[in-house]
C-alpha cells in the first residue's frame, strides 16, 4: 500500500526530506498542553527552518526564540521573526557583538547569556567601556552532584549555588553597559535522558536519578532565583527541555520552559515516558545496490547525530529495515538489511536521531499535508546560514 508521503513525493529523487505538518502541529498541541500555563519558548536549534519556527510562532502561548548563536539570534532579528531572542549560549563572536552593540533594535530584543564576571570583561574588551547597555541573562548550573566529585548533567555553568548566583548577579548589576534581565537553568539530566529504551534497569536508575535530581534543583533553582531578584527585576526565569516539561512547570521560580525537539520527533524522543510525540520529520534515500537478497545499499546516508559515540546517534530505517553492525551509516553508502528489502531504484525511508541536524544535511523540507506538498521550505542551510 502506498503511504500518503510517497504519493505526495513520488515525483522527487532522493535525497530528500519531508516534513509531516499535521505530525508537527499534534506534537506543538501536546507541548502546549503539557506546559500548562507556562509559555514555551522555542528552541532553535530543534527546528532550524524559518518557516517551521514561524509557524510554531503563531500559536497562543510559543511567546520567543531560545537561538544558539548570536548570529542566528541577530538574523532573526533583521529577518522580524521574533521581538524576543534569548541567546542559549555565552557568545564569543567579536563581530556580532559588534553588530549587537550597532543596532538598536537588536539591543532591545537580543539577551546575551553568561555565567561569569569573564564574560563580561570580554564584551567590555570587544566593545571598550561606554559601549550600549546590553541584556544578559545569568545561567545557573542544573546539574545534580548528590556527591563531591559526582557531576550528574551536561557541563555549562560554572554557577551552581544561590549565594554564587546572588555575587554573579551583583556584579552583572553594578557593571556598566549591561542590564541583568533573566534566569535560565538547563536540566539536561531530565530533559534529555529516555527513561523508557527497555533496558529495565538502566530506565529504572535514570527514573530514580532524575526524581532526585529535580527535587534538588526546585529548591536549590528557587533559591537562586530569589538571591537574584534581590538586586535585579527579572523579565523571565527559563528552564527546562522537550523532554523534562512536567517537573520544570512544578517548579515554581521558572516562568517559561524552552523546548524545541518534541515538535520534531526524532528517534532520540522515543524512548521517554512522559512524552510520545508523532515522528514529523524524515528522509528517503534511493536503494543502489542488490549485494545479496536480504540487503540493499542506500547510496549516502552518514547523518549522525552529535553527542556521545553510540548506536542511538546513528539515523534509524523504517519499513522493518536495519543498519548493519559492520558499516552503520556511511558517508556514500548505507547498507540496510531485513526479510523484505525495496529494489533497485526504491527509496527507503529514515528517521534522524536529533531534532535539528537533519536540516544541517538538506537545503530544502517539503512540507506535507496529508498526500501533498503544500509547501517547500529552506532550512537554514538552504538559506546559506550555518551556525556551528
Not at 532522493?14 to 507541548?31: E, S
Not at 503539557?34 to 532550524?48: C, D, F, N, Y
Not at 512547570?249 to 510525540?277: C, K
Amino acid at each position: 500500500m502506498i503511504s500518503d508521503r510517497d504519493r505526495a513525493t513520488a515525483h522527487l529523487d532522493p535525497p530528500f526530506a519531508v516534513v509531516d505538518l499535521r505530525a508537527f502541529d499534534a506534537n506543538l498541541d501536546d507541548l502546549l498542553r503539557r506546559a500548562g500555563e507556562r509559555p514555551i519558548r522555542l528552541a532553535t536549534k530543534s527546528v532550524r527552518c524559518r518557516a517551521l519556527i514561524a509557524r510554531a510562532l503563531e500559536r497562543p502561548g510559543v511567546t520567543g526564540l531560545m537561538c544558539y548563536a548570536l548570529p542566528e539570534a541577530l538574523w532573526h532579528v533583521a529577518a522580524g521573526t521574533a521581538d524576543d531572542v534569548l541567546v542559549g549560549y555565552p557568545t564569543v563572536d567579536r563581530a556580532a557583538l559588534r553588530a549587537l552593540a550597532a543596532d538598536e533594535r537588536a539591543r532591545r530584543t537580543v539577551t546575551l547569556m553568561v555565567d561569569s564576571v569573564a564574560h563580561l570583561d570580554l564584551v567590555d574588551a570587544v566593545l571598550r567601556p561606554g559601549h550600549p547597555e546590553l541584556r544578559v541573562c545569568l545561567e545557573l548550573d542544573a546539574a545534580w552532584r548528590p556527591l563531591p566529585g559526582l557531576h550528574v548533567g551536561a557541563r555549562r555553568s560554572p554557577v551552581h549555588r544561590a549565594r554564587t548566583a546572588g555575587a554573579l548577579a551583583r556584579a552583572i548589576v553594578d557593571r556598566p553597559g549591561f542590564r541583568l534581565v533573566g534566569v535560565m537553568a538547563y536540566e539536561g539530566q531530565i530533559a534529555g535522558v529516555p527513561d523508557a529504551t527497555g533496558a529495565r534497569i538502566r530506565d529504572g536508575v535514570v527514573r530514580w536519578m532524575q526524581r532526585r535530581s529535580a527535587r534538588e534543583l526546585a529548591g536549590r533553582r528557587g533559591a537562586a532565583v530569589a538571591a537574584v531578584r534581590e538586586v535585579a527585576a527579572l523579565e523571565f526565569v527559563n528552564g527546562g527541555g522537550s523532554g523534562s516539561v512536567e517537573t520544570t512547570r512544578a517548579d515554581r521560580s521558572v516562568t517559561e520552559i524552552a523546548a524545541g525537539s518534541g515538535l520534531i520527533g526524532s528517534t532520540l524522543f522515543d524512548g521517554y515516558t512522559r512524552m510520545h510525540p508523532r515522528p514529523a520529520v524524515a528522509y528517503a534515500l534511493p536503494v543502489v545496490r542488490r549485494p545479496d537478497r536480504r540487503t540493499a545499499t542506500l547510496a549516502g546516508g552518514g547523518w549522525v547525530a552529535s553527542g556521545p559515540a553510540a548506536v542511538s546517534r546513528l539515523p534509524s530505517p523504517e519499513t522493518g529495515l536495519a543498519l548493519t553492525g559492520t558499516e552503520g551509516a556511511g558517508e556514500v553508502q548505507t547498507p540496510v538489511r531485513g526479510r523484505h528489502v525495496p529494489d533497485l531504484g526504491d527509496r527507503v525511508w529514515m528517521r534522524h536521531a536529533k531534532a535539528g541536524e537533519l536540516a544541517e544535511h538538506v537545503t530544502t523540507y517539503h512540507l506535507l499535508d496529508g498526500d501533498r506538498i503544500a509547501a517547500s521550505a529552506p532550512t537554514y542551510r538552504g538559506e546559506g546560514k550555518a551556525f556551528g
